[in-house]
């Protein structure tokens, strides 16, 4: 089974800051990797697939990257509304397994 | 409009069954894979298993933590997905979510997601 570590798994920002999540694969993998964000009661929501493409609609302040066994999803200026728990997701290889999800708060 | 719609979760002793229900709509259904994904209370997502299209026979991958004991289905006819649980233990409580295969991604994410639906295991 490929198992993803997400770091951190919880990080203090404020609006408008940088904000980088690595997800580390414990064997190397093609770029089936997907992010996701969920915020509290609600279902999760697709941001990138594919590593690097940005679903539709999601806006362009998301972004990922990575391959072989270290991806990163990025958000260049953080928005009130991203606060929220993002989960990295490999598609490569059954089992499909995620991240443990990182906690992103308002500092 | 695409909406996944789960059903039938509820209390249930363990050593029990439940069967879920997806209610699909805005989308060609039988076109697409479908899986589902749990969440336990506080914790993080975890992947139930899958049941592929029609194009590729209807087969299905389920996690070793539910293998044997949970079946998913569909019925193309109605627009509807099933998990059927059984010999269901404290562990299997959680929020369960019917999710859709993502066909521009070949099937390499999830691109629309249910409310979910909460299944309890306790006695």
């Known amino acids: 089974d490929i198992q993803l570590t997400q770091s951190p798994s919880f990080l203090s920002a404020s609006v408008g800051d940088r904000v980088t999540i690595t997800c580390r694969a414990s064997q190397g993998m093609s770029s089936y990797l997907a992010w996701y964000q969920q915020k509290p009661g609600k279902a999760p929501k697709l941001l990138i697939y594919a590593a690097s493409t940005l679903q539709s609609g999601v806006p362009s302040r998301f972004s990922g990257s990575g391959s072989g066994t270290e991806f990163t999803l990025t958000i260049s200026s953080l928005q009130p509304e991203d606060f929220a728990t993002y989960y990295c997701?490999?598609?490569?290889?059954?089992?499909?397994?995620f991240g443990q999800g990182t906690r992103l708060e308002i500092k | 409009e695409v909406q996944l719609v789960e059903s039938g979760g509820g209390l249930v002793q363990p050593g029990g069954s439940l069967r879920l229900s997806c209610a699909a709509s805005g989308f060609t259904f039988s076109d697409h894979s479908m899986d589902w994904v749990r969440q336990a209370p506080g914790k993080g997502l975890e992947w139930v298993g899958r049941n592929r299209n029609k194009a590729n026979s209807y087969t299905t991958e389920y996690a070793a933590s539910v293998k044997g004991r949970f079946t998913i289905s569909r019925d193309d006819s109605k627009n509807s997905l099933y998990l059927q649980m059984n010999s269901l233990k404290t562990e299997d409580t959680a929020v369960y979510y019917c999710?859709?295969?993502?066909?521009?991604?070949?099937?390499?994410?999830?691109?629309?997601w249910g409310q979910g639906t909460l299944a309890t295991v306790s006695s």
């Open positions: 997701q490999q598609l490569n290889s059954y089992p499909i397994t």
């Open positions: 999710t859709r295969g993502s066909l521009s991604s070949g099937w390499r994410s999830f691109d629309y």
